[in-house]
């Protein structure tokens, strides 16, 4: 193998299809890192996130390659703007929360009513964990811990009422 400073500037094929798979692979790389719950941000599609749930379950390689380029084809798809938006969520995906989620946070921890609505339209949710986390979003120690499983709790309710 050739060093970089004494390379004639031909290069081959395996350099050409790494560049080629490192630029075209810059957004399914990055996406596949996150959570169930971080892909449940709005500026994240919906067919995006099914084909990420598919190259996540991929047991050859081929297979789970294919479903990282159809990612990365889906993204390019995407408008320019919302490119955009997808780009600054995948550079803090910790920060943004969905907009829902965050009107649920907000909600339980200024109004104590909340959890009651909350298991009204969603009965299925675990009661004695949602009154927990509820109550620990108003305890500055545990407000961080509570409200990233809170975060959790209402990515499933979130999921749901997009389909």
Known sequence: MQDED????LGGRSRDRREFTENN???AARL???SEVDLVHPSVPEVVREELVVARNATSYRARNRSVRRVDMLVSLMADEEIEVL???LDAPRASVHPQIAAW???LRDDGSAV?????QHPDLEVQRLRQLARNLGKPALREKARAGLIEMLAVVV???DT
């Not at 009651?116 to 009204?120: A, D, I, N, P, S």
Request: net charge negative; no cysteine.
């Open 25 to 27: 692979q810059r957004w």
């Open 159 to 161: 999921l749901r009422s």
């Open 32 to 34: 596949l890192e996150l």
């Open 105 to 107: 946070l907000k909600r």
């Open 116 to 120: 009651t609505e909350l298991l009204e």
């Open 87 to 89: 780009e600054a969520f």
């Open 6 to 9: 004494h390379d004639d500037g």
